[in-house]
């Protein structure tokens, strides 16, 4: 009887692994694809807020090549946990400096956007697309046990937060004027990243009485 629950816990771990990896694979290409549009919108409109959310997508890529690396082979990728979720953290603070520093340049600079519906529309479907994958990837955390792929539900969360100040930056610059929304609303938001990124280097992205620390 103990073994064939073995058996089947096993079999849900495999199951698992292989979700995380088509998450993760999912992750990289819209990011990808999210980077090549923004910032190709961003330079046609003179958009910071584009290209910001642009490269944020590329710095993105790097947490969904860490948890590839940590699913890719069974105990192996266990034993990359920890590296993987430092790498994840990393990705959070190298998020955060950028989206400060874009940030505060267009406020300095006073640099406001032209329109751009491209964006407006990527914006939309961020919103709508990454809730729903950080949703999954919080499952498969759940069933692996992994602070990584937590951490990096948690960054998926972070994007889906930005895509809306995107969003509200870019309709409120279009419609009213003003241009001062988008880097405000993303200063607000820079120590909520950096928070994060401090809280996966440190292995506190779960909660040991959730059974989920290792």
């Known amino acids: 009887m103990s073994q064939k629950i073995l058996l089947l816990n096993e079999n849900r771990r495999i ?13 990289l290409g819209w990011n990808l694809l999210e980077a090549f549009v923004a910032i190709g919108a961003g330079i046609i409109a003179g958009s910071a807020a584009l290209i910001g959310f642009g490269l944020d997508s590329l710095i993105e890529c ?12 069974g105990e192996k990728g266990e034993a990359r946990e920890n590296t993987a979720l430092k790498l994840v953290g990393v990705s959070f603070l ?3 400096g950028y989206v400060a520093f874009d940030a505060g340049k267009a406020l300095i600079l006073r640099e406001p956007p032209e329109a751009s ?13 990454m809730p729903l994958l950080a949703k999954e990837k919080r499952k498969v955390a759940s069933a692996l046990n992994s602070r990584a792929m937590k951490a990096d539900s948690r960054q998926t969360d972070i994007c889906a937060y930005l ?37 996966a280097l440190r292995g506190e992205t779960c909660r040991c009485d959730e059974g989920a620390c290792h």
Not at 15 to 27: D, M, P, Q, S
Not at 173 to 192: C, E, K, Q, R, Y
């Open 117 to 129: 519906y491209a964006g407006i529309i990527l914006a939309v479907l961020s919103l709508i697309v």
């Open 15 to 27: 199951k698992a692994i292989k979700r995380g990896r088509v998450l993760e694979y999912f992750t």
């Open 94 to 96: 190298l998020l955060a």
């Open 62 to 73: 790097t947490s969904g090549a860490a948890l590839l690396w940590r699913l890719r082979d």
């Open 163 to 199: 895509s809306a100040i995107l969003l509200g930056g870019l309709l409120l610059n279009a419609l009213f004027g003003f241009w001062w929304a988008d880097p405000v609303a993303a200063l607000v938001m820079t120590p909520i990243i950096a928070k994060e990124g401090i809280e």
